[in-house]
């Protein structure tokens, strides 16, 4: 898979204290049935790699190289995934009892147009100009449509199951629009 935004941490080397960070806009993670899964905030195991998808926030554990032309690598198919909340900003396309629709200005710090969204979905792909949202028991439908920004931090669906039918355990925050400066 593609990383975005990635960044490496090499481990300390030949006494030297601390660690070194290396920057990329891409970076490329090898993952396999060995892989361990597992979220930020849920003791519940079970996931497994087909839980990652477009999107998702995470950190990535296991054996990197890096090419003489800067390239990232990563094999961790014997190693770990941590899903973390992902944020996304967006507007507000519409809303009901339960759930919400966006137009995604960014998701996890990247405009959506970066992503390929092909495969997100049961049936079609998510699309990031009408991203649907469970929102739980909150109920967004006294907001206007494209008035409010946005912000919503959780967890990105498992991959070939977008939109999501029911919120994880635990939930991820409510959206709330945010203050114009």
């Given at each position: 898979m593609t990383v975005r935004g990635a960044t490496l941490l090499s481990q300390p080397i030949l006494g030297i204290p601390s660690y070194t960070a290396t920057y990329a806009n891409n970076a490329t993670?090898?993952?396999?049935?060995?892989?361990v899964v597992s979220e930020d905030g849920a003791a519940a195991g079970g996931l497994t790699p087909?839980?990652?998808s477009v999107g998702q926030q995470l950190d990535v554990s296991g054996q990197?190289?890096?090419?003489t032309a800067g390239n990232i690598s990563l094999a961790a198919t014997s190693g770990q995934?941590?899903?973390?909340?992902?944020?996304?900003?967006?507007?507000l396309n519409s809303a009901t009892a339960g759930s919400a629709v966006l137009d995604v200005m960014s998701l996890g710090n990247f405009a959506p147009a970066g992503f390929n969204f092909a495969g997100t979905g049961s049936t079609v792909p998510?699309?990031?100009?009408?991203y649907v949202l469970n929102t739980g028991s909150l109920d967004e439908s006294a907001l206007a449509a494209s008035k409010p920004l946005v912000q919503v931090d959780g967890r990105v669906n498992a991959f070939g199951s977008a939109p999501r039918t029911s919120p994880l355990p635990p939930s991820p925050p409510a959206p709330r629009p945010n203050s114009a400066w």
């Open positions: 993670a090898t993952i396999g049935s060995s892989t087909a839980a990652i990197a190289t890096v090419d995934v941590r899903l973390a909340s992902t944020r996304l900003w967006g507007t998510a699309n990031p100009s009408a």
